[in-house]
T-cell receptor, first 114, second 110 residues
Framework: NAGVTQTPKFQVLKTGQSMTLQCAQD?????MSWYRQDPGMGLRLIHY???????DQGEVPNGYNVSRSTTEDFPLRLLSAAPSQTSVYFC?????????????FGQGTRLTVV | RKEVEQDPGPFNVPEGATVAFNCTYS??????FFWYRQDCRKEPKLLMS???SGNEDGRFTAQLNRASQYISLLIRDSKLSDSATYLC???????????FGGGTRVLVKP
């Protein structure tokens, strides 16, 4: 069972570079989301999607873009990386129609922007 | 005020002791409540959902107090392996986004 797969696991970027964090799930979940986690801040929602073709902003969307062309994939794009985007990024998926549904997380991407 | 708040700890707990901590939420429309466990440098994993009447899973007991808008987690007979950060999460409705607290760190010591 692959579950939620994130790539890469580690990345170092220079300020101003762009990159895409990949997230794929094989559970046919409609709902996918991206969080960032900084020390003492818990998980903060960046963007989320309730299904293919539908995305929306979370709590901290600035500097990030997303798209959802398929149910399985939900990539997160950093257009011009900044040191403030140094963080651990987690992708999660769940089934939105069930009230107490569990969110499954990928293993995370540790991003450093220098 | 943050939507979901937790005492960051750490809670230093002797092995075999009981520890309890709370999580407060500000939105009274919240419907679903969860406790996640996160080990160092790992992804969060669901520990248990929290039901209105309270629920238990082995040594773990979760309670919901809607009037005071908080959930709690109690760990009995603490094991060294219980050392982790415990994140509470709140959802307003099915399909709506999950909001996390900052986490409570628990350190169980021999």
């Amino acid at each position: 069972n692959a579950g939620v797969t994130q790539t890469p696991k580690f990345q170092v970027l220079k300020t101003g570079q762009s990159m895409t964090l990949q997230c794929a799930q094989d559970m046919n979940h409609e709902y996918m989301s991206w969080y960032r986690q900084d020390p003492g801040m818990g998980l903060r929602l960046i963007h989320y999607s309730v299904g293919a073709g539908i995305t929306d902003q979370g709590e901290v969307p600035n500097g990030y873009n997303v798209s959802r062309s398929t149910t399985e994939d939900f990539p997160l794009r950093l257009l011009s990386a900044a040191p403030s985007q140094t963080s651990v990024y987690f992708c999660a998926s769940s089934t939105p129609t069930v009230k107490d549904t569990e969110a499954f997380f990928g293993q995370g991407t540790r991003l450093t922007v220098v | 005020r943050k939507e979901v708040e937790q005492d960051p700890g750490p809670f230093n707990v002797p092995e075999g002791a009981t520890v309890a901590f709370n999580c407060t939420y500000s939105n009274s429309a919240s419907q679903s409540f969860f406790w996640y466990r996160q080990d160092c440098r790992k992804e969060p994993k669901l520990l248990m959902s929290v039901y209105s009447s309270g629920n238990e899973d082995g040594r773990f007991t979760a309670q919901l107090n809607r009037a005071s808008q908080y959930i709690s987690l109690l760990i009995r007979d603490s094991k060294l392996s219980d050392s982790a950060t415990y994140l509470c999460a709140v959802r307003k409705a099915a399909g709506n986004k999950l909001t996390f607290g900052g986490g409570t760190r628990v350190l169980v010591k021999p």
